[in-house]
């Protein structure tokens, strides 16, 4: 049964840090990863999917990595910002069922400025 | 602009009472699903439908139940026999059956009183 890990539950940062988000699943027989953001009180909006034969996507400061051998995802976020202050989920198809996706518990993200 | 609308915002329920989500979407979207969060926790799936006019469960299907009758709306029916209810729910459609174009709605927030 796949599962899905994210470490650290919580991060505080002061603006302007480069920081890592981690997240790991447990069967690596995925056909794509997700990464999703969440504002408190609301809908998850998303942000990156990396398909399994690419190793990276690219979105603005954002940059996701996937390494589907180790069962690892990292969430690179450049320069932050108090802006960037949200729950970060990242998310992978169950198998069997591309668009059914399990999630991680998310990381909370504070950015003080 | 296309997106996914759900209604109400906020929703309280009486003890024995069943209450039904509305979930629209007017993206075009063959795939529909509804996901239930608890505080702390990832996003759980309760039903998915691929098409028109069928669903299926998902790992949380119990004391719930939906409709397809039409392909812009997916609405959640919360059951008496849903005995922990209080949650947030969220709605969700996609693109095509690899997760490309998950989109969320902004959310119910359903409280047992």
């Known amino acids: 049964k796949q599962e899905v890990t994210q470490i650290p539950a919580a991060l505080s940062v002061p603006e302007g840090e480069n920081l890592v988000l981690n997240c790991s699943f447990t069967d690596s027989a995925i056909y794509n990863l997700q990464w999703f953001r969440q504002d408190p009180g609301k809908g998850l909006t998303s942000l990156l999917l990396?398909?399994?034969?690419?190793r990276e996507q690219t979105s603005g400061r954002l940059n996701a990595s996937l390494d589907k051998s180790s069962g690892r995802s990292t969430l690179y976020i450049a320069a932050s910002q108090p802006g960037d202050s949200a729950t970060y989920l990242c998310a992978v198809p169950r198998s069997g069922g591309y668009n059914k996706l399990i999630f991680g518990a998310g990381t909370r993200l504070a950015v003080h400025p | 602009d296309g997106g996914i609308t759900q209604s109400p915002k906020y929703l309280f329920r009486k003890e024995g009472q069943n209450v039904t989500l509305s979930c629209e979407q007017n993206?075009?979207?063959?795939?529909m699903y509804w996901y239930r969060q608890d505080p702390g926790q990832g996003l759980r799936l309760i039903y998915y439908s691929q098409i028109v006019n069928d669903f299926q469960k998902g790992d949380i299907a119990e004391g719930y139940s939906v409709s397809r009758e039409k392909k812009e709306s997916f609405p959640l029916t919360v059951t008496s026999a849903q005995k922990n209810p209080t949650a947030f729910y969220l709605c969700?459609?996609?693109?095509?059956?690899?997760?490309?174009?998950?989109?969320f709605g902004s959310g119910t927030r359903l409280t047992v009183v």
């Open positions: 993206l075009n979207h063959d795939a």
């Open positions: 990396i398909q399994s034969s690419q």
């Open positions: 969700a459609s996609s693109r095509d059956r690899e997760g490309g174009g998950y989109t």
